[in-house]
């Protein structure tokens, strides 16, 4: 999915696959946050670490548990992770049911339901061909895998990382999308914590703003990078 923002921001990109998706087995929370840990350690610095969504959950934990690894941070309509322990296992719960629909009606239903959300609305507005694209892209992954990822690595199963996001001395950069109400204030909450956070809010964008504006995003990082 980083293919078209990293040929717009140019550079060397590493893009691996998160656990459960494309090629990646599913793992647990711990071990998902220590694959990428030694992923970046083998990495030339500096090194600027990009997240979104649950990727972006976990580039936050990963700057957290290996700050000296972490030059620059990316966070991309993610947060912390939920505050509380009620909170946590009322998701785990909803989780659960998910992950068991997604096995039960398949990939391509499931990526047909999630994207008629409204949060994905804005993914309408890129041309025919990106959207087939997109769609085959995603269904290239197996509902087992990604229903696995879920179960393991969704919000009620990571720990709560906004106790320690302050600990963060690297320059952070927030982005979300303006719609993204969730996320949006979730990145100004962040950033109220992080010494050296910038926010940027894309105008119009939902969730998947890096697919739906990947210009702006793009534009966004350009600006924000050194040199």
């Given at each position: 999915m980083w293919s078209e923002l990293a040929a717009l921001v140019g550079g060397e990109w590493l893009m691996p696959d998160l656990p459960g998706h494309g090629s990646e087995p599913p793992c647990l929370w711990g071990k998902a946050v220590e694959g990428i840990g030694v992923r970046l350690a083998g990495a030339a610095a500096p090194r600027c670490l990009l997240g979104y969504s649950m990727g972006g959950?976990?580039?936050?934990?990963?700057?957290?548990?290996?700050?000296?690894?972490?030059?620059?941070?990316?966070?991309v309509s993610a947060g912390p992770g939920l505050a509380t322990a009620a909170e946590r296992r009322r998701r785990r719960a909803r989780d659960r049911l998910l992950a068991a629909h997604i096995e039960e009606a398949g990939l391509p239903a499931f990526i047909e339901e999630w994207l008629a959300q409204p949060l994905f609305a804005g993914l309408g507005s890129r041309p025919a061909e990106w959207r087939s694209a997109d769609a085959a892209a995603r269904a290239s992954n197996q509902a087992a895998g990604v229903a696995t990822a879920?179960?393991?690595?969704?919000?009620?199963?990571?720990?709560?990382?906004?106790?320690?996001?302050?600990?963060?001395?690297?320059?952070?950069?927030l982005i979300s999308g303006e719609a993204d109400a969730v996320y949006a204030a979730a990145a100004r909450r962040l950033a109220g914590r992080i010494a050296r956070a910038a926010v940027v809010e894309v105008p119009g964008a939902g969730h998947a703003v890096v697919g739906e504006r990947p210009e702006e995003v793009a534009t966004a990082l350009a600006s924000w990078l050194p040199g």
């Open positions: 959950r976990l580039a936050l934990a990963v700057a957290v548990a290996y700050p000296g690894l972490v030059d620059r941070l990316v966070v879920l179960r393991r690595l969704g919000q009620g199963s990571q720990p709560y990382l906004g106790g320690r996001v302050g600990e963060l001395r690297m320059p952070v950069l």
